[in-house]
């Protein structure tokens, strides 16, 4: 069966002298992966179109979809929202890697979630025309958002009283946890001034400095690996640190 659908790539991988396996995350189908032939392959019309699969692009697809297959495959494409920042700007290029990344190890089944696709069309829009304090605090934001739609997001309960984020229980506690994976002190109260974030413009409001970022980015990481099965270290995480720096 022919589909039309919008598509986020998350991973492109070369294939022989001219193709490529892309990993896809789609509106109708949840995340998929696509042989694309010839793209890298360039013509007297012009240069293959291989740059169109960068990760973080979203596209508009025409797709074969054969639920028995593994692998399908593209019967046209083109942009479907063409940044005007994101590959370019090294700051905002490096948190969108972060969030493809996060993406890559969070979305395991091939199950359409059209709410959580929207949320992430929108994340990379936003990002693309963010301002640079909005860019800076702009991973924190989709981590802590993106949990909601896996189920284990963190309940935003935070008080004077209940003062420590345990990691492990994703909520605040009153006492200090017997294990060593929470946040407490400005650490607990700044992540819950970011889960009251509902629009990126309001991150302007949210004033951080890098070593905050740091400290707050492990800890999140930290939260998706005690909740995600083989989730590991991101590889993106030191890189984004470096240049939020």
Known sequence: MIHSTKGIVLRTVKYGDTSMIVTIYTELFGIQSYMVNGVRASTKKGPGKANLFQPAAILDLVVYHNELKNLQRIKEFKWGYIYQHLFFNVVKNSVALFMVELLQKTLKQPEPNTD??????????????????????????????????????????????????????????????????????????????????????????????????????????????????????????????????
């Not at 702009?138 to 209940?162: C, V």
């Not at 003062?163 to 992540?191: C, K, M, N, W």
């Not at 509902?198 to 302007?204: F, G, I």
């Not at 707050?216 to 995480?237: I, N, S, W």
């Open 116 to 245: 959580l696709f929207h949320f992430i069309e929108d994340a990379f829009i936003h990002l693309d025309e963010a301002d640079e304090q909005v860019t800076a605090n702009f991973s924190l934001f989709f981590a802590l958002h993106l949990t909601s739609f896996y189920g284990f997001r963190f309940s935003d309960e935070y008080s004077e009283e209940h003062a420590f984020l345990d990691l492990q229980e994703g909520e605040f506690v009153r006492e200090h946890p017997i294990h060593p994976y929470f946040l407490q002190g400005q650490y607990s109260f700044i992540t819950s001034q970011l889960l009251k974030v509902m629009q990126p413009y309001e991150l302007k409001e949210v004033r951080l400095n890098q070593e905050t970022r740091r400290i707050l980015l492990q800890a999140y990481q930290t939260f998706y690996a005690l909740h995600v099965p083989d989730f590991g270290a991101m590889k993106t995480l030191p890189v984004l640190q470096e240049v939020l720096g």
